[in-house]
């Protein structure tokens, strides 16, 4: 993270910080955010909320029921540079078909080339695998490249066994 910025707020749970995100983002002019087809249905609803568009971009194909790489990584190439990307770290809701390490590497990748900023959704951090550390690679990975903005919205709520609590955070990476 040479160079950037770790800003994080404690939130009202993982959705909490997602809605926060979100209108922090539309406050600075940013209006649409590509979600993978599917997502969870929720995240629809918050953009909406937040009086943002939603476009899509591929990600699972139900015919061999594994990621659609090729497509997602041609969809964002499409997309006009510095759009925000919503990505599910691990444990996508609602396939459940996670991008390996490897794969994880091109979609950083093409998100840098591009100049899009990364929006992670962790809501399964330790769920998705057993390990925190794993289920977080992703974020590690994006954050590690050092050129990269992006915000994490994070739920402790259902990992943590603090569910009636609703507790999560807002990290935002950005450059100083």
């Known amino acids: 993270m040479a160079g950037q910025s770790l800003m994080s707020l404690q939130t009202c749970g993982g959705t909490?910080?997602?809605r926060l995100g979100f209108g922090l983002l539309r406050a600075a002019c940013r209006t649409t955010v590509l979600v993978p087809d599917p997502t969870w249905a929720s995240h629809e609803f918050i953009l909406a909320t937040e009086g943002m568009s939603v476009?899509?971009?591929r990600y699972f194909d139900g015919q061999s029921c594994r990621l659609d790489?090729?497509?997602?990584?041609?969809?964002?190439?499409?997309a006009p540079e510095g759009s925000v990307v919503l990505l599910h770290a691990?444990?996508?809701?609602?396939?459940?078909?996670?991008?390996?390490?490897?794969?994880?590497?091109?979609?950083?990748?093409?998100?840098?080339?591009?100049?899009?900023?990364?929006?992670?959704?962790?809501?399964?951090q330790g769920l998705t695998s057993g390990d925190f550390d794993a289920d977080a690679w992703s974020v590690?990975?994006?954050?590690?490249?050092?050129?990269?903005?992006?915000?994490?919205?994070?739920?402790?709520?259902?990992?943590?066994?603090?569910?009636?609590?609703?507790?999560?955070?807002?990290s935002i990476v950005c450059s100083d």
Request: aromatic content about 10%; overall charge negative.
């Open 55 to 57: 476009q899509t971009y």
């Open 69 to 78: 790489l090729a497509g997602m990584c041609e969809d964002l190439q499409n």
């Open 16 to 18: 909490g910080a997602l």
């Open 90 to 124: 691990s444990g996508h809701n609602p396939t459940g078909c996670d991008p390996s390490h490897e794969q994880w590497r091109t979609i950083c990748d093409t998100i840098e080339q591009r100049e899009h900023f990364a929006f992670f959704d962790l809501a399964y």
């Open 140 to 170: 590690r990975h994006f954050a590690r490249r050092g050129t990269l903005e992006m915000a994490v919205a994070q739920s402790f709520s259902k990992n943590m066994g603090l569910y009636s609590e609703r507790v999560g955070t807002l």
